[in-house]
């Protein structure tokens, strides 16, 4: 009888509704999902010789010695990559939300792929020039940007406008 009330008094907890991520969340959960992908997709790549690019690129500006040449260095690099990830999420959110179509994502993904291999080049001393790496490398690293930009650029779109149509307004907080 008693627990009969407690029932009545509140809520089953499998009757309760989860409570929506905002779309905050949302942009950062994407972001972390992109790097850690696309992160552990460009290891293979590289373990399968089709880049001679590793994940642990992203360490060389600011760890020093052989360790991230390592398995380790190859799990930090996929880590850091998905850190840096969420910011590239919220640039994207910041810039183009809105369009809702994955050209956009794919236009991402060059303009990415122009930034960290032409002008941040001389940032990482372990990425040689364009003009020294071979076709193999520059094609594979460059449909890998492609499609984190269209993974990143459509996850984010298509949550923008699906809320959007639902009633919620998100006006780009």
């Known amino acids: ?3 009969e009330s407690q029932k009545d008094g509140q809520e089953l907890e499998q009757n309760k509704k989860e409570q929506p991520l905002s779309f905050t969340t949302k942009v950062l959960n994407i972001g972390i999902a992109g790097g850690l992908i696309w992160g552990l997709i460009g290891y293979v790549t590289y373990l399968f010789k089709f880049t001679k690019v590793p994940p642990s ?5 600011w760890a020093l010695g052989e360790w991230k040449n390592d398995h380790l260095g190859q799990w930090i690099g996929i880590i850091a990559i998905a850190i840096v990830s969420i910011g590239v999420a919220f640039l994207y959110r910041a810039t183009m939300v809105k369009i809702n179509n994955m050209l956009a994502g794919l236009g991402y993904g060059i303009v990415l792929w122009f930034i960290v291999f032409y002008l941040l ?4 001393p372990d990425l040689p020039s364009m003009m020294k790496l ?3 490398t520059i094609i594979t690293t460059l449909c890998l940007y492609v499609l984190y930009g269209v993974f990143i650029g459509y996850s984010i779109s298509f949550e923008y406008h699906e809320n959007q149509q639902n009633g919620a307004s998100y006006s780009n907080k």
Do not use: C, G, H, R
Request: proline letters at 13%.
């Open 134 to 136: 071979d076709k193999n």
């Open 121 to 124: 080049n001389p940032m990482f």
């Open 1 to 3: 009888m008693e627990n």
């Open 57 to 61: 690129l992203i360490l060389s500006p």
